[in-house]
């Protein structure tokens, strides 16, 4: 379901004009109320035969869907900048998810099982060899306990090798295979490249963004960092509906169930419509590199 994008325009069909934030905001609305429906549609009973993986395309789903609402929520606060912090954890939860759709069926449970063990047992002993031992077992952890949690992250490396030959990872010393190896697998590597570019100065400690909130001309602040703060946040809205409509189509493809089961097509297809009306939103824009207008064409 792929969004067409057309040339930006800020005036609706009544001749009003509406900044390109409040657009975005506008739209970042329609689209969690849909979101919200799309994922409460999905049922899903837990119990030992669930499928791991419907498991986890009802859990990403419902998660994405909440990380929209919680970025509205920093606009309305006036924080929305923060929102970008959002855009790495979204993509490789988005590509992550399409990937485990091409494992065998045979493999998929396996393989979920053992990152989920993984992921336990290495966040366990982290947290052994920062607190120490004495003081892990005081928080309520049992010697046995951890000493079986070493056990079963060996079991769990251990699987994860094979898993890793059956599905032709590549070889190195990397327990799990990188996001953009991931990205390439289904198709997604220009996006990867772009996001990840755009989303690292949200994550990393980054010279660029500290400059890039606040220029001075001599002594003289020439606050750039509002500008900046309002489009990091309409460039994060744009960039998390686009990912979440694709892991919706990706969890609805998990459950076999029809695009719009509880949706009409037409609603969907009028939010996407306005959507795209807005055009892609880039991750720079000219007041950084004090471009002036008559510089800009």
């Given amino acids: 379901m792929a969004v067409t994008n057309h040339s930006s325009s800020h005036d609706d069909d009544t001749g009003n004009t509406e900044t390109l934030d409040a657009m975005i905001d506008k739209s970042a609305r329609e689209f969690h109320g849909l979101f919200e429906a799309l994922c409460n549609f999905i049922e899903l ?35 929305g900048q923060l929102a970008a912090s959002f855009i790495r954890q979204i993509y490789e939860e988005k590509v992550w998810l399409k990937y485990l759709t091409t494992v065998p069926a045979n493999l998929v449970n396996k393989l979920l099982k053992s990152m989920a063990l993984y992921d ?18 005081r928080f309520g952890f049992p010697l046995s ?22 599905l032709g990872w590549p070889k190195g010393n990397k327990v799990l295979p990188s996001t953009d190896w991931i990205a390439k ?31 001075f001309d001599d002594d003289i602040p020439l606050h750039l960092g509002d500008i900046r703060r ?19 189509e990706t969890a609805y493809a998990i459950f076999e169930l029809p695009l719009y089961s509880a949706v009409s097509e037409e609603s969907v297809m009028e939010t996407i419509g306005r959507f795209g009306k807005i055009g892609r939103i880039p991750m720079v824009i000219p007041e950084e590199f004090n471009l002036r207008e008559n510089q800009r064409r």
């Fill in 230 to 248: 309002t489009h990091q946040y309409v460039f994060a809205l744009d960039c998390l509906i686009r990912m979440i409509i694709e892991t919706y």
């Fill in 145 to 166: 306990f951890l000493l079986q949690g070493e056990s079963s992250l060996k079991v769990a490396k251990k699987d994860l090798g094979e898993l890793a030959r059956e």
């Fill in 45 to 79: 009973e837990y119990s030992t035969e669930t499928p791991l993986l419907k498991i986890a395309g009802k859990s990403v789903f419902d998660r994405q869907t909440k990380t929209l609402g919680s970025s509205i929520i920093l606009g309305e606060s006036g924080n």
């Fill in 185 to 215: 697998e289904v198709d997604d590597y220009k996006t990867y490249r772009y996001l990840f570019s755009a989303s690292s100065r949200a994550v990393h400690f980054s010279v660029g963004e500290i400059f890039r909130n606040s220029w």
């Fill in 120 to 137: 336990a047992m290495r966040g366990l002993r982290a947290f052994v060899e920062f607190a120490d031992l004495k003081e892990t077992i």
